[in-house]
């Protein structure tokens, strides 16, 4: 038992961290709350896999929150942000819950946390812009792990870095990272095409799979929600769609394709690399290599690369194989440190 709770500690630590009390202060809590009596606390217990890797802290938390949201557990939003309970109500409240929806939260536990974080496009834009500047303005763009696609649009928010300030005057969003430093925003960017994948793609106008990508925004974030809810109204309204697919067996096939006269084709993700097992990466990597054969390619990333503070902005030019370090950014786009052109 003290295994599993040493990642509940964890994820508490990392939610502190990241601005999260409310969420921090449930994963303290979970010993008082997770036990044999139900089959989601008896799941939780003999967990089968790497409970951090496996992020059971999260899925829980995901299926809670999703009660609150449908307005299915009337106690426990009562305890939920923006209200203010003790630990004992706060406990209590969410015993209640896990017993009267025990077989749904327990279903919830067999599937992954699916977010979609908007703020990571502020964390993209300076290395699509790097990319602009050196190969020229024409991008052909293959997301993977895309999710609902909320950060296909990238080029259709408004960025502030400090006092800089990159995109459309009447932006449907505008992120504004904290950043010590502006990262070059010069350049012109044309997408001359989009498309993208993920295993279980979400679909920003049906009312379920928006739920499903609010109960993983945490509960006292507000600002984030809001965000989330205006890019869910920006994708809904474009034409493309995530296909579902293999992100190996989508690169294959469309890198296949003949690319756009005159544009570069970049393969981009954020936050996705650490959910794949390393055969998916060995194919995503090898799909990549033999469309490198032929043509010029760049491999954009924003993923947690054992480094600190945040995940690293990387990107890896083919066929040369060069790799640069960029910048760091926040895994949820609150702040952004530009690094240059460290290779």
């Known amino acids: ?40 606390g008896r799941r939780i217990l003999a967990w089968n896999g790497h409970a951090g890797e496996d992020a059971v802290p999260l899925r829980l938390f995901g299926g809670l929150q999703r009660l609150v949201l449908t307005g299915r557990d009337i106690g426990l939003a009562a305890v939920y942000p923006p209200a203010a309970a003790s630990d004992e109500a706060l406990v209590a409240a969410v015993s209640t819950a896990v017993m009267r929806f025990d077989h749904e939260l327990h279903d919830v536990l067999m599937s992954p946390p699916q977010t979609n974080e908007v703020g ?13 500047r050196r190969f020229g303005p024409k991008l052909d763009i293959l997301e993977i792990g ?19 300030r990159w995109g459309k005057p009447k932006a449907p969003i ?27 793609p979400l679909d920003p106008s049906d009312a379920e799979h928006r739920t499903r990508l609010l109960s993983y925004v945490w509960a006292d974030q507000s600002e984030r929600k809001a965000r989330l809810n205006a890019a869910l109204d920006h994708a809904a309204a474009q034409p493309e769609r995530v296909e579902a697919a293999d992100a190996a067996e989508f690169l294959s096939r469309e890198l296949a394709a003949p690319p756009v006269d005159g544009a570069l084709r970049v393969v981009v993700h954020s936050i996705f690399w650490q959910y794949l097992a390393d055969p998916a990466r060995l194919g995503i990597q090898t ?46 786009g609150r702040w952004f440190h530009w690094l240059g052109e460290g290779v």
């Open 287 to 332: 799909a990549m290599l033999r469309a490198a054969e032929t043509e010029p390619l760049a491999w954009l990333r924003l993923e947690a690369d054992g480094r600190t503070p945040g995940a690293g902005l990387i990107v890896t030019l083919f066929p040369s194989g060069e790799q640069h370090v960029l910048a760091r950014g926040d895994y949820h």
């Open 174 to 200: 505008e992120l504004t990272p904290e950043c010590d430093a502006p990262p070059p925003l010069d350049g012109a960017i044309e997408v001359v095409r989009r498309r993208a994948c993920d295993l279980l």
């Open 146 to 164: 895309a999710s609902a696609g909320l950060n296909l649009h990238w080029d259709d928010y408004a960025y502030r870095y400090g006092d800089a």
């Open 120 to 132: 990571r496009s502020a964390m993209l834009l300076p290395g699509f812009l790097w990319l602009a």
């Open 1 to 40: 038992m003290s295994d599993i709770f040493d990642h509940f500690r964890r994820q508490a630590e990392a939610c502190r961290a990241m601005g999260s009390p409310f969420t921090a202060r449930l994963a303290d809590l979970a010993p008082c709350f997770i036990d044999p009596t139900t089959l989601t």
